[in-house]
């Protein structure tokens, strides 16, 4: 399948994710050998074009770029022309002019890696636009379910929190349903989109109800920063009508699981006790992250020639 940009999971379709799921277990062994690194991208320029923050996102992209020796190009807002009032089409035209494979984007606004996809010949990866799409968290937690289960078809996955605000919630939402997964949004009807009719999803108010027969518990981070009103009475309130709590935790079905993206609100959406637990992927989200982002540089930019044996060694 070729596909030239990952701008949200429509780009992909299920063919799309399997193809990414199979190629990231290829890398996975990639990145377990001594020296964790193969020629498959050498030669290709990749830019980030990072206009929000990120942790996670940024260096995993990054790392993964690294270990399939392709050269990259850092962008950094602070210190650029964008400070000068450079538009975003005259940074991204620039930065193409210099030669660049692909554009990691992420942005305040949705839409962005779209625009970008008219103004450029580079491959457009959306690392996140506004509260849009974040479609490489997807693939990430996609892997990890798969990995954790085997397969994600048939699966229920309760995603709960702020989901009005929350790219990673429409980006799995759509990731999921494509997978074969059933679906439960569960937040405060002030968090829900006002129209989820379109959704392929149930809605839920009781958090209680929804957590019995859950396979995978997936939490959202509040999105303070992206609320221009208040959307409950108050934190305190939240955490014990929606937050998962050590007392919730304690009734969930033994094979259950729980999942971030991060950065978590400990205390608020989640217990800070709760990604300690040895149910709790967080941290293997985090690790998949690099390998599912080796998956879909190469994905887009590799050619089956370059991809490397799966020998066990690179020495
Ligand atoms: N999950 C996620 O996108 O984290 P960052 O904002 O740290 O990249």
Request: overall charge neutral; proline content about 4%; glycine content about 6%.
């Amino acid at each position: 399948m070729k596909v030239k940009h990952v701008r949200g999971i429509s780009d992909l379709g299920k063919k799309g994710i399997q193809e990414i799921l199979s190629l990231s277990d290829h890398f996975l062994e990639v990145s377990s050998r001594r020296i964790p690194k193969v020629p498959a991208l050498r030669g290709k320029t990749i830019a980030w074009l990072f206009y929000e923050d990120s942790t996670r996102t940024r260096l995993s992209f990054e790392t993964a770029a690294k270990r399939l020796s392709a050269d990259t190009m850092n962008f950094s807002v602070s210190s650029s022309s964008v400070k000068k009032g450079e538009s975003l089409r005259d940074t991204v035209e620039t930065v193409s002019a210099m030669g660049v494979d692909a554009i990691v984007v992420r942005h305040g606004s949705s839409g962005v890696p779209w625009l970008l996809s008219r103004w450029t010949d580079a491959s457009i990866i959306n690392a996140g636009d506004g509260s849009h799409e974040h479609p490489t968290q997807s693939l990430l937690d996609c892997y990890t379910i798969q990995k954790q289960f085997g397969e994600i078809e048939g699966k229920k996955i309760v995603i709960a929190g702020d989901i009005k605000h929350s790219r990673v919630a429409r980006s799995n939402v759509a990731a999921f349903k494509a997978m074969g997964a059933e679906i439960v949004l569960v937040a405060p009807r002030t968090l829900l989109p006002v129209d989820t009719t379109s959704w392929p999803a149930e809605t839920s108010q009781d958090f209680d109800a929804s957590l019995r027969d859950a396979d995978v518990i997936y939490m959202l981070r509040m999105q303070l920063e992206r609320q221009k009103e208040t959307f409950v009475p108050s934190l305190r309130e939240y955490t014990n009508d929606f937050g998962l709590t050590l007392e919730r935790v304690k009734k969930l079905q033994k094979h259950s699981v729980i999942m971030h993206p991060g950065p978590m609100n400990r205390g608020v959406e989640i217990a800070s006790e709760v990604p300690e637990l040895e149910n709790a992927l967080v941290t293997n989200q985090v690790s998949n992250g690099v390998i599912v982002r080796m998956a879909v540089l190469y994905f887009l930019l590799g050619t089956s020639a370059d991809l490397p044996e799966g020998n066990g060694s690179n020495e």
